[in-house]
């Protein structure tokens, strides 16, 4: 136990392009989803929210993409604590990635899962499932504990039934709101960039999030934490009045208390 009546906590560490990390907590567990900041940055926002770094009882990994993964080796090397990821994400990233001294890096505990088929760590039972991105084997998550449900997921070109799925009854949903569609096509980026960005397999706009707000999603949410803003073709504001606007359309989601995830620092921790 960390904490009496610590109940089921999330913070978001980092989120964006330049690395994402979250974290979240059980009485019995403490898991940390991606781990794309480095080591240092990492430790030292999980001292900052009052974390010990050594209590992490696992990393999960997302998918091998530099924003999700690139603390991972020295992470895994000082905490030696179980790496979770998919057999062709774990391939695909020790191939492309070589340490110091020019080898593959090792993970001291590696264990594989399968999206769509859970697992255990401690009381929390994790989900992964398959989202459309242009990775190995990329995956969201939902994790359930002590009666309450969390959903990650960020990274995806759309919202396929299936991860409409996964989100319903969930108590804090964390989810991508990547991009402005007039601001990314308006913006400096190169036009390859652009089409990979706007593809099903690149990244959620605003404007598909708030037609996922007003047309599919159940409203059950007590927190909803939009995550891997655009620094480039997103605004706080913007991203935030979009998911409100679409919010709003439905009269019965007053508990909906929308939050940003940032890149730089950590957010607030949503405690359930
Ligand atoms: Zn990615
Ligand atoms: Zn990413």
Redesign the pocket.
């Known amino acids: 136990m960390y904490a009496p009546n610590m109940a089921v906590c999330v913070s978001m560490l980092a989120s964006?392009?330049r690395g994402?990390a979250a974290l979240v907590e059980s009485s019995n567990a403490r898991i940390l989803v991606d781990a794309?900041i480095s080591c240092r940055e990492t430790f030292k926002r999980l001292k900052s929210i009052g974390r010990d770094p050594r209590e992490i009882s696992a990393i999960l990994i997302?998918?091998e993409?530099a924003?999700?993964i690139y603390g991972l080796a020295t992470l895994s090397k000082k905490l030696r604590v179980p790496i979770f990821m998919t057999g062709a994400t774990h391939q695909v990233w020790s191939r492309s990635v070589r340490d110091a001294t020019g080898e593959r890096p090792q993970i001291a505990k590696l264990e594989v899962f399968y999206a769509g088929r859970s697992f255990q760590i401690a009381d929390i039972t994790v989900m992964p499932f398959t989202i459309p991105h242009d990775a190995a084997d990329p995956v969201g998550y939902t994790f359930r504990a002590e009666g309450t449900k969390v959903a990650l997921v960020?990274?995806l070109g759309y919202m396929p039934a299936s991860v409409c799925d996964h989100l319903r009854k969930c108590d804090v949903l964390i989810v991508e709101s990547n991009h402005d569609l007039e601001m990314l096509r308006g913006g400096s980026y190169p036009w390859s960039v652009k089409q990979r960005v706007m593809s099903r397999v690149g990244?959620l706009s605003n404007e598909s999030l708030a037609q996922f707000f007003a047309q599919d999603y159940d409203g059950g949410a007590s927190y909803i934490v939009l995550a891997?803003l655009s620094e480039q073709n997103n605004h706080p504001e913007i991203a935030l009045k979009a998911a409100n606007d679409a919010l709003g359309r439905q009269m019965t989601l007053l508990q909906n208390r929308v939050m940003l995830a940032a890149q730089d620092a950590p957010t607030e921790t949503i405690r359930l």
């Open positions: 964006g392009s994402n794309g997302t998918h993409h924003d999700h960020t990274d990244h891997h």
